[in-house]
């Protein structure tokens, strides 16, 4: 995400009420998503979850191969490696998005990502385009795959109102979600078998 965690399942606004049932209770493949107002800085603030029918390995692959996010994240143009730990725990990654927007140009952020192979990664906006932007992946090995927890705050610097922010970010999270689930489950056989 990234930016593309930043930039159809879920549109509008999910009630609370609606969503934590559904979160407790998820079937395989199928992301719930919610975008809540936030204070601040935040435009919105997003927590979604899926079971991915995929191994955490498989999972964590496709959250972090720097060099195929483009072909994985609809709208991101690319992803650069800046500055990386030789022991991987961390990275500096620069993304470019196309604009949610057609009358926007496209963004750029740049991010630090802490990694635990195959359970967590968390984000935070070291510069670029936007305001705000920080968050997590997790991944739990469950019954029937992976689940994968996302959470994100997000804060814009244009003068965009704050529910078209929260509006997109409803839009395009179901989106990569989804974007994931299938990149992982392509990638199932080859950790099923032992390859890395």
Not at 108 to 113: G, I, L
Not at 118 to 128: A, E, P
Request: charged share 20%; proline share 8%.
């Amino acid at each position: 995400m990234n930016s593309n965690m930043c930039a159809a399942a879920v549109l509008g606004f999910i009630a609370l009420s609606a969503v934590v049932p559904a979160m407790a209770n998820l079937e395989p493949g199928e992301p719930v998503v919610r975008v809540t107002a936030a204070d601040g800085p935040i435009d919105g603030q997003v927590d979604a979850t899926m079971v991915v029918p995929a191994p955490a390995q498989a999972v964590y692959s496709a959250l972090t191969e720097c060099a195929r996010a483009p072909d994985v994240f609809p709208s991101l143009k690319s992803c650069r490696v800046i500055e990386a730990d030789p022991g991987r725990a961390w990275d500096i990654r620069e993304h470019k998005v196309a604009s949610w927007a057609s009358f926007l140009p496209d963004m750029r952020t740049v991010f630090r990502s802490e990694y635990v192979p195959n359970r967590s990664i968390s984000f935070r906006l070291l510069s670029g385009d936007l305001q705000y932007l920080d968050g997590a992946w997790r991944l739990e090995p469950v019954k029937g795959g992976t689940r994968v927890t996302y959470e994100a705050r997000v804060g814009f610097h244009a003068l965009v109102p704050s529910f078209l922010v929260r509006q997109s970010l409803a839009g395009d999270v179901p989106k990569f979600m989804a974007a994931i689930r299938d990149e992982s489950v392509r990638r199932a056989p080859r950790f099923a078998s032992g390859k890395t």
